[in-house]
């Protein structure tokens, strides 16, 4: 009897391994899964797709090229992370003072199926008046985050709703679309803004 | 705003005091700094509240829910980012504080994730929000709201 029941946990342990060796496989290395992250992002002029902005222009990665962009990836439904970054790019902005209106500013959503024009228009007007927000198709999205080497995940929550994993991280481009640098999530702002101030110092040496 | 905080705090320390077996570290050793939390959207989305918990007692405390008017499904969460810069969030499960350490709940990290909010989270109004804790215990405090924008317990 107690043979049996430990036979049992054996077995029971050698499939838990498995199945968990599976999954590791399946999310790392599946055909035609998520390519591995830590990649640079390509360069703005070599990516594609259509998004809609917050006042309902058609924008793409075109609309960004000949000035200096810091984009970022989020969701309105998010209740900790992205208003942080919001707030934070926000105060950045604000630092950067008259500086900061030479570049884009970009809040890309990864819930386009909560995450409408409307929403992102009254959203984006909660913090500083350079946020642009952009949504469009999952597939667009998909495209963009792509391009970004960026990864997002919708993931349900007890309530019946759910939440979005995704990529924290805020990218910077130069004027001509070239991948600069990134901030990551929790990079305390004497770290931040001077690398914003890098990218829009670029700009300048690129015009004159 | 502080002096509020620390007075609801009292309040709430006074109301549970007599209630609570002097040998349990209860809760007359738990103060609740700092707590803010920001404007909602109307009520579809989770809100988050943020604050200090500090152990002041001599026995370690454990903190095992939340407890308010304002949210049908109030948790802790953890936000967490990995190396490869992607954060997730999840159920925090409980939270031991030893005797005189704190535990923060700041953005980007340990929250109080508001879930099925009963009314919109209005800025310049507070509602109550009650820490459990594992020995009964319980420590309300009354967090105000903050612009969507706000960035900390000072905005």
Known sequence: ?208 | MKKYILTSTLAALFALGGLSVPALAGPEDVVVENAWSRASIGMNRPGAAYMTIRNTGDEPVTLIGLATPLAMMPEIHETKTNAEGVSSMSPAGEIAIAPGESVALKPGGLHAMLMRLQEPMREGDTFPLTLLFDDGGEVTVEVPILGIAARGPED
């Open chain 1, 1 to 208: 009897m107690r043979r049996r029941a430990i036979l049992g946990y054996g077995a029971a342990g050698v499939g838990a391994v498995a199945l968990m060796l599976f999954v590791g496989w399946w999310q790392v290395d599946r055909p035609g899964g998520p390519e591995p992250v830590g990649q640079r992002p390509v360069a703005l002029t070599e990516m594609d797709f259509r998004l809609t902005d917050h006042e309902g222009n058609a924008v793409g990665p075109e609309t960004l090229i000949g000035r200096p962009t810091m984009a970022f990836f989020g969701f309105t439904y998010c209740p900790d992370v992205c208003p942080t970054t919001l707030s934070d790019i926000s105060g950045w902005l604000d630092d950067l003072g008259d500086e900061a209106d030479e570049m884009n500013v970009v809040f890309i959503t990864v819930d386009p199926e909560r995450d409408t024009v409307e929403t992102m228009a009254e959203y984006v007007g909660y913090f500083h008046p350079a946020i642009r927000g952009w949504t469009g198709p999952e597939k667009q999205i998909a495209r963009v985050a792509d391009g970004f080497r960026a990864t997002y995940e919708r993931v349900p929550t007890e309530s019946g709703d759910y939440t979005m994993n995704h990529t924290a991280s805020v990218f910077l481009f130069a004027a001509s679309g070239r991948f600069v640098t990134m901030i990551d999530y929790h990079e305390p702002r004497e770290f931040a803004v001077p690398k914003i101030g890098r990218v829009l110092e670029e700009q300048m040496e690129g015009a004159t």
